[in-house]
């Protein structure tokens, strides 16, 4: 008898065992080919815009994501330098055989995890509780919550051209009965559709004729438990032209999607490339970048290049590319169709509304992505390993304390028809939100319910006293006409009539935080603080962004009030007869806890919101 | 949690309420709405059918009956749900113009489980049903107590949805420009092309233009919903009050010659072209140590704030530049003020060579001259062609979505990364929402609902 059966040892899989096995839960993780857990099932690569936030934030939870990345990054790149601290977002190359190498270690060596190899068809249910699940060997594995994270495995078919291929990855089974399962019991599903580039030769690229994409010249790891990361390969890039799109132009005819074979929707923000061509005809080209998916082997993924076209008009269209005209393909791209189960039908600890006890993760929920496929896995151990303790609490981020808040609530509120994947402007307050700060904003949390080793909470406090200290210095500190006049005018920039703070003069962003600090007396305080340039940044980002830091605040305030504004859970929304009816079946299938996530729900508009407050008042 | 249930039983009860004014009329009439409006009705009203047997949208003649008594002959008028004002099954019940005989059927109504309406309760139950948005809402707030005819159909018009179509116009362009600016923020790393600057800053000053012209239209909107505002004022005996009676064309004041006899302030109004002006005529200033006198002075202050146009009286038997000290000193204190000199007395002065507007408020000379005057100021301040007429809510959200506007094209200008732009732009699209009452603030719902009386 297990604590908690996880199926699927995918990126959600991992953070779900890892997450309950560190609460003291005994976990089974159930695997259809142990070999596989921990797979970069698409591109060798974590984080990414928003997503990297992600990263970090399942980081601060005490995840293992940023770990597994930093111990088999290749190459580390901070996006976005150019915008915003808002905006900047971590992103690593990975070798494609460490990542699951690392991933398996963190399992297999924990005691509280088992790993059945296995292939899981269906659930148990008793009194609409869950109770175990059944194998293909049609033997009974008994426990109290079952977490699915069975990615696209749920009824898939895989396409390269026309030719349809059960299965969730090459080479591997599908899995079928239990999605069957799963809609007899009440849980509603849709289709969706995933796809992914060739795979290509190193030795066939003539990389005189393409780009070289460098990483960032310091890198920097995603995780707390990392010292440094170096970056040991780079990327490079070219990009298609009229050739190559007239040559995918001629396969639409065979192409799975335009012909109707595959009905899922796919993504639209990952979009394969007969689909770029399709939908942007005007552009005459789009970047395709090289990524090496690891030291041990010649492969390189083809970022961009996206298909499930036949594979002769993708060798033909690959090789219209510059640098790419001998391509040799040690993979063709493909397309995979599966089930998912619409995410509304889930509470916010990740739990279905339908089932007690069980809990979806990952691609089953309509998301792609690995991070966040692991965010979800991560919030469904911690809750399925909470309300196995005594006080039974919910472990819930909302949407002002964290990207994993966004993501959980959208998916609940709003649904998906599509692929979901996570974008900075899904966050209304972006800037507070930042990757630098994710553990500003999470580790207190994860620490209460004991997620965090006491030398790390340690570590994580005298972080926060420095920066309170240092800040501290910026708003008291002064610094005299005579020391800086010389330095603005050289800038070109009005000199100072009277002494002003250090907190002042970095509002003016003309000299950086570090050079202010080191103008002003007594210099020891520089030397202390330049081994922290953690503290050094976030006092310069609350420094300079602080105005409108504030207003965002404001709007938390604001958001956690309506979050107050409880709806009781057996409103009869019948009784306003102005709701609009579409809003009213979606209140009714939701039954939001506040006014705050009504408004949310997609569905129901602003007046419907405006009639529900005047009834409540 | 109490009162959540109380309102929702509140909201399945009938109610009813004197919808026209207290007081002695040719006709009254007391509005029923709810479920059971029409049987309640029906328990006392004698006519040739029962009400519930009758078509909606019909009037039928009658008596109401209480314990074998006439209370009054009446009319029931009967509205079946949805195709009512409160979207509810609704009984008028019209009746001779008597607030007692009113009143004796509002409380036969509630001995029959009807209950008596709150203010703005039947227009709460129309927005509630469905039957008209929030800027509706006020429209008929609007509609109810405008002082003018054009101000009646702007708001007849905003009733239709004027002021709501034009926001939902900026919001879309809004969202717009948002959308430019996040494609940047989240994609272009992976090529695509960054949205032009300029094209922005044209978006963003064409949604500010639009905003600033919504704000413009305020004192027109101000002006149709309260009328025209003209305050008197002048050195004490100047002959205020006698102009002022001379302007209502009745003795309203009293007028001595001796200094100081307007110890407080009075006001009456007219109309004019269809507009209400209304006239105030305040107390000498002067210095003074009589303490009432002073009181009064202290009101003068406050009409001149209030008014649209100042008529600053000068005794002219004492000279054309008599009152120039007084003039510059207000002029001084409201800089923003219109101020009109008059020259008065005109009976008792040889010289007629004066630049300003002259009279005789004694003798009625030049009285048509100042009303001509006072109906082209109106005209200078009315924009017409708009659909929609500006409340002061509407105003004080428009400021905040300019200023919001204002500070994205300052962070534009200055290079301020996007993410911060998108911060304001994001402000901007709230405050359109909050005007239009897509708010779950309790402020706004309640500023909005407390304009109307029992009974509509």
């Given at each position: 008898m297990f604590d908690i059966i996880v199926v699927g040892g995918g990126h959600a899989g991992i953070e779900a065992s890892l997450a309950a096995a560190n609460l003291g839960c005994k976990v089974g993780l159930v695997s259809m080919d142990t070999t596989t857990i921990g797979r970069l099932s698409c591109n060798p690569s974590i984080g990414g815009s928003a997503k990297g936030h992600l990263a970090k934030e399942i980081d601060a939870l005490g995840g293992y994501m940023g770990r597994v990345a930093d111990k088999s990054g290749l190459q580390f790149k901070m996006l976005n330098t150019s915008k915003g601290h808002a905006v900047w977002s971590p992103r690593s190359q990975n070798d494609k055989d460490l990542y699951p190498y690392f991933a398996q270690s963190f399992v297999l060596s924990h005691p509280n995890i088992t790993i059945i190899q296995e292939s899981v068809v269906g659930i148990t249910v008793q009194k609409d509780a869950i109770s175990g699940v059944k194998t293909a060997s049609n033997e009974l594995i008994n426990a109290k919550k079952v977490i699915l994270c069975s990615g696209t495995f749920l009824n898939a078919v895989m396409f390269t051209g026309l030719k349809g291929v059960e299965g969730g990855r090459v080479g591997e089974q599908p899995a079928k009965q239990i999605s069957d399962l799963l809609e007899s019991y009440g849980l509603q599903r849709g289709r969706l559709k995933t796809g992914t580039p060739p795979r290509i030769s190193k030795h066939s690229i003539d990389f005189s004729k393409v780009s070289i994409l460098e990483g960032d010249e310091k890198p920097v790891p995603f995780s707390w438990y990392t010292r440094e990361v170096k970056n040991v390969l780079c990327c490079f890039s070219t990009k298609t032209?009229?050739?190559?799109?007239?040559?995918?132009?001629?396969?639409?005819?065979?192409?799975?999607?335009?012909?109707?074979?595959?009905?899922?929707?796919?993504?639209?923000?990952?979009?394969?490339?007969?689909?770029?061509?399709?939908?942007?005809?005007?552009?005459?080209?789009?970047?395709?970048?090289?990524?090496?998916?690891?030291?041990?082997?010649?492969?390189?993924?083809?970022?961009?290049?996206?298909?499930?076209?036949?594979?002769?008009?993708?060798?033909?269209?690959?090789?219209s590319i510059e640098g790419l005209q001998n391509a040799r393909f040690l993979k063709y791209g493909y397309a995979v169709e599966y089930d998912f189960?619409?995410?509304?039908?889930?509470k916010f600890t990740l739990?279905?509304?339908?089932?007690?006890?069980?809990?979806?993760?990952?691609?089953?929920?309509?998301?792609?992505?690995?991070?966040?496929?692991?965010?979800?896995?991560?919030?469904?151990?911690?809750?399925?390993?909470?309300?196995?303790k005594d006080n039974g609490n919910e472990f819930v981020i909302d949407r002002s304390e964290g990207y994993i808040g966004v993501l959980i609530d959208d998916l609940v509120n709003k649904s998906t028809n599509e692929p979901y994947r996570i974008f900075t402007s899904l966050a209304e307050y972006r800037l507070l939100l930042r990757q630098d700060n994710a553990d500003l904003r999470l580790l207190d949390k994860s620490h209460s319910i004991g997620l965090i080793a006491q030398q790390r909470y340690d570590s994580f406090l005298r972080y926060k006293e420095k920066i309170s200290h240092l800040s501290d210095y910026c708003t008291k500190t002064k610094i005299r006409p005579e020391t800086i006049n010389q330095l603005l005018e050289q800038k070109e920039a009005t000199p100072l009539r009277e002494s002003q703070t250090i907190e002042q003069l970095n509002k003016r962003n003309i000299f950086s935080l570090e050079h202010l600090l080191q103008l002003s007396e007594p210099n020891a305080i520089i030397e202390y603080y330049s081994c922290e340039k953690r503290a050094l940044e976030q006092v310069d980002i609350t420094i300079r962004y602080e105005g409108y830091i504030d207003r965002q605040?404001?709007?938390?305030?604001?958001?956690?009030?309506?979050?107050?504004?409880r709806i009781p859970t057996d409103f009869e929304y019948a009784r306003i007869q102005s709701l609009s009816s579409e809003g009213r079946e979606k209140l009714e299938r939701i039954r939001p806890i506040s006014l705050g996530q009504a408004s949310r729900i997609s569905g129901v508009s602003a007046s419907d919101i405006t009639a529900i407050a005047l009834y409540l008042r | 949690m109490n009162n959540y249930l109380f309102q929702l039983t509140m909201f399945e009860d009938t109610i009813c309420a004197l919808a026209t004014p207290h007081g002695v009329s040719g006709l009254a009439v007391v509005r029923v709405s709810g479920q059971n409006a029409i049987d309640a009705v029906d328990e006392y009203f004698v006519g040739k059918a029962k009400l519930k047997n009758c078509a909606s949208h019909t009037i039928h003649y009658g008596k109401f009956v209480f314990e074998n008594t006439i209370i009054d002959s009446v009319t029931a008028s009967i509205f079946i749900s949805p195709q009512s004002y409160t979207g509810e099954d609704t009984v008028e019940i019209g009746l001779h113009g008597n607030t007692l005989i009113a009143q004796q059927i509002i409380d036969i109504l509630q001995n029959n489980g009807v209950r008596a309406a709150t203010a703005g309760e039947f227009t709460k139950r129309a927005y509630l049903n469905g039957k008209i948005d929030i800027t509706q809402v006020e429209a008929i707030a609007d509609l109810l107590h405008s002082q003018t005819i054009p101000g009646t159909r702007l708001a007849a018009q905003q009733l239709y949805g004027g002021l709501t179509n034009t926001m939902k116009s900026l919001k879309e362009q809004l969202l717009s420009i948002c959308a430019l600016l996040e494609i940047e923020l989240d994609f272009s790393e992976e090529d695509l092309e960054f949205a032009q600057r300029n094209e922005i800053l044209q978006l963003l000053e064409s949604v500010k233009t639009l905003t600033l012209d919504m704000m413009a239209s305020y004192s027109s909107a101000q002006l149709y919903r309260s009328g025209f505002y003209v305050g008197l004022i002048g050195y004490p005996n100047s002959g205020k009050s006698t102009l002022f009676n001379s302007l209502l064309g009745k003795n309203r004041a009293i007028v001595s010659s001796v200094e100081g006899t307007t110890r407080d302030f009075l006001e009456e109004s007219l109309f004019i072209n269809g507009f209400k002006v209304t006239i105030t005529d305040t107390a000498g200033i002067r210095e003074t140590d009589d303490i009432i006198e002073l009181e009064g002075i202290k009101f003068a202050h406050n009409i001149i704030t209030m008014s649209d146009i100042l008529f600053l009286v000068n005794d002219a038997s004492l000279g054309e530049h008599y009152s120039d000290e007084l003039l510059k000193t207000i002029k001084s204190k409201f800089p923003d003020k219109e101020i009109i000199l008059i020259q008065n007395k005109l009976d008792l002065v040889n010289n007629l060579?004066?630049?300003?507007?002259?009279?005789?408020?004694?003798?009625?000379?030049?009285?048509?001259?100042?009303?001509?005057?006072?109906?082209?100021?109106?005209?200078?301040?009315?924009?017409?062609?708009?659909?929609?007429?500006?409340?002061?809510?509407?105003?004080?959200?428009?400021?905040?979505i300019v200023d919001d506007i204002e500070s994205a094209i300052t962070a534009i200008n200055n290079k301020v990364t996007t993410e911060l732009v998108t911060i304001d732009i994001r402000s901007a699209i709230n405050h359109i929402g909050s005007l239009l009452g897509e708010s779950q603030e309790d402020e706004v719902l309640n500023t909005i609902f407390s304009r109307f009386c029992i009974g509509k």
């Open positions: 032209n009229q050739t190559t799109h007239s040559i995918l132009e001629e396969g639409f005819s065979e192409s799975p999607m335009f012909t109707g074979l595959i009905q899922g929707s796919g993504p639209r923000y990952c979009p394969s490339v007969e689909d770029k061509i399709a939908r942007f005809s005007d552009k005459p080209s789009h970047q395709i970048v090289l990524e090496p998916e690891g030291i041990s082997t010649d492969s390189y993924y083809v970022n961009g290049f996206s298909t499930s076209l036949p594979a002769n008009i993708q060798e033909r269209a690959l090789r189960f619409f995410p509304y039908q889930l739990e279905t509304k339908a089932i007690s006890g069980l809990y979806f993760a990952g691609q089953i929920n309509g998301t792609s992505g690995y991070e966040e496929a692991a965010s979800q896995g991560l919030i469904a151990g911690i809750n399925a390993a909470l309300s196995l605040q404001k709007d938390v305030e604001l958001f956690k009030k309506n979050e107050k504004k | 060579e004066f630049t300003n507007i002259t009279i005789s408020a004694k003798h009625q000379i030049g009285i048509d001259t100042l009303k001509d005057f006072i109906t082209k100021q109106i005209a200078s301040i009315s924009v017409y062609g708009n659909d929609y007429m500006i409340n002061s809510r509407h105003y004080s959200y428009c400021q905040l």
